[in-house]
T-cell receptor, first 110, second 115 residues
Framework: KQEVTQIPAALSVPEGENLVLNCSFT??????LQWFRQDPGKGLTSLLL?????REQTSGRLNASLDKSSGRSTLYIAASQPGDSATYLC?????????FGAGTILRVKS | GAGVSQSPSNKVTEKGKDVELRCDPI?????LYWYRQSLGQGLEFLIY????????KSGLPSDRFSAERTGGSVSTLTIQRTQQEDSAVYLC?????????????FGQGTRLTVV
């Protein structure tokens, strides 16, 4: 069964901290992995996509890594800001669908 | 607009009624997905369309749910004889063919409430 797990479920940090969100998946036969952000009552915003042949992707203060063999991905957020507060979702593409984790709820306190 | 557009943004319906939810994907995107997000739950895959291929309907929870995609563009998700457990946010996403980085872009969703 293709399952995606995200740890921690929730995280509260003071502004300025660097932090790591974790994602693990049971089936390593992935096409790609995508990190999304979801604000309350809103849709999903794509943050980073890592293709199966890649090891990492960077965008601004965000860096995502992928280790297919161990079934893991991490999202690193540098110098966190209150505006980063949201739910972060990891999604793994298998064939015709994205399988989502339950998300990490991040709160950055000012 | 340049993004995925869904309508209506909110829908309240009585139990037993049929509802139609609409998705306008990004122009040129051949892949289209429907997902459901229930309160406090993760995103649940419903159906996938890719070009002219037969859709992957493996995620549809019951035969009350159906979806079509006309002309390879606009998609409609139909729920017949709605039940209270159908209440959720229904999200649509589109992406390019797998030949390109197949980044999925999501709409803002339709919040369905069955009373």
């Amino acid at each position: 069964k293709q399952e995606v797990t995200q740890i921690p479920a929730a995280l509260s940090v003071p502004e300025g901290e660097n932090l790591v969100l974790n994602c693990s998946f049971t089936d390593s036969a992935i096409y790609n992995l995508q990190w999304f952000r979801q604000d309350p009552g809103k849709g999903l915003t794509s943050l980073l996509l890592i293709q199966s042949s890649q090891r990492e992707q960077t965008s601004g203060r965000l860096n995502a890594s992928l280790d297919k063999s161990s079934g893991r991905s991490t999202l690193y957020i540098a110098a966190s800001q209150p505006g980063d507060s949201a739910t972060y979702l990891c999604a793994v593409e298998y064939g015709n669908k994205l399988v989502f984790g339950a998300g990490t709820i991040l709160r950055v306190k000012s | 607009g340049a993004g995925v557009s869904q309508s209506p943004s909110n829908k309240v319906t009585e139990k037993g009624k049929d509802v139609e939810l609409r998705c306008d994907p990004i122009s040129g995107h051949t892949a289209l997905y429907w997902y459901r997000q229930s309160l406090g739950q993760g995103l649940e895959f419903l159906i996938y369309f890719q070009g002219n291929s037969a859709p992957d309907k493996s995620g549809l929870p019951s035969d009350r749910f159906s979806a079509e995609r006309t002309g390879g563009s606009v998609s409609t998700l139909t729920i017949q004889r709605t039940q209270q457990e159908d209440s959720a946010v229904y999200l649509c996403a589109s992406s390019l063919d797998r030949g390109s980085p197949p980044e999925a872009f999501f709409g803002q969703g339709t919040r369905l409430t069955v009373v």
